[in-house]
């Protein structure tokens, strides 16, 4: 499977992003560590890891402790080594939710009725609430992850357009 792995950090000084390599890497333990590696003194580390057009994981440091992860798709730990070492011991499916089995009512008449909370294909776990602080609650994280023809890449873009950091990763890409 191959997979892009950025790392967007925040400081003083704003966003900073880099490419990260997880090759290698034993358990969750050491991807934290390689991201903290990035910037030792961020106040904010996140980590996009996108795999095959399909998945989508999304790690996060807070002044470099706390780790917490979300997975748009379970899947992936049964897919490969890395999707196991990032998402396998994520059990549950996605917290952060208050009515996340629910579908969701469109306000007012609109022709949309009833929109589903994620992709019924999909199971996300983790803590869809990971960018809720940063302007991406969870219910727009998930139907990010679960809209028709959006590639994890085109996912990342737009949270990054949001948190100020999108020209950083499109730089990355463009290497």
């Known amino acids: 499977m191959s997979y892009f792995a950025a790392a967007v950090v925040r400081d003083d000084g704003g966003w900073t992003a880099a490419e990260v390599s997880l090759r290698g890497a034993a358990d969750i333990d050491e991807v934290a560590d390689r991201l903290r590696d990035v910037d030792q ?16 994981v999304i790690l996060r440091l807070d002044e470099g402790e706390d780790l917490r992860v979300f997975g748009s798709d379970s899947a992936y730990a049964e897919e490969s080594q890395l999707g196991a070492l990032l998402v396998g011991d994520l059990k549950a ?36 609430d990971i960018l809720a ?43």
């Open 41 to 56: 003194d961020a106040d904010l580390s996140l980590l996009f890891v996108e795999a095959d057009d399909t998945y989508l």
């Open 133 to 175: 602080d940063l302007g991406i609650p969870a219910q727009k994280l998930l139907s990010l992850c679960a809209e028709e023809g959006m590639l994890p890449a085109d996912v990342t873009a737009e949270i990054c357009q949001v948190l100020g950091c999108a020209d950083q990763v499109e730089e990355l890409r463009e290497v």
């Open 93 to 128: 499916s996605v917290t952060g939710l208050e009515d996340s089995d629910e579908p969701r009512a469109a306000v007012g008449g609109d022709e949309e009725t009833e929109q589903p909370a994620v992709d019924p294909e999909a199971d996300p776990v983790g803590d869809a």
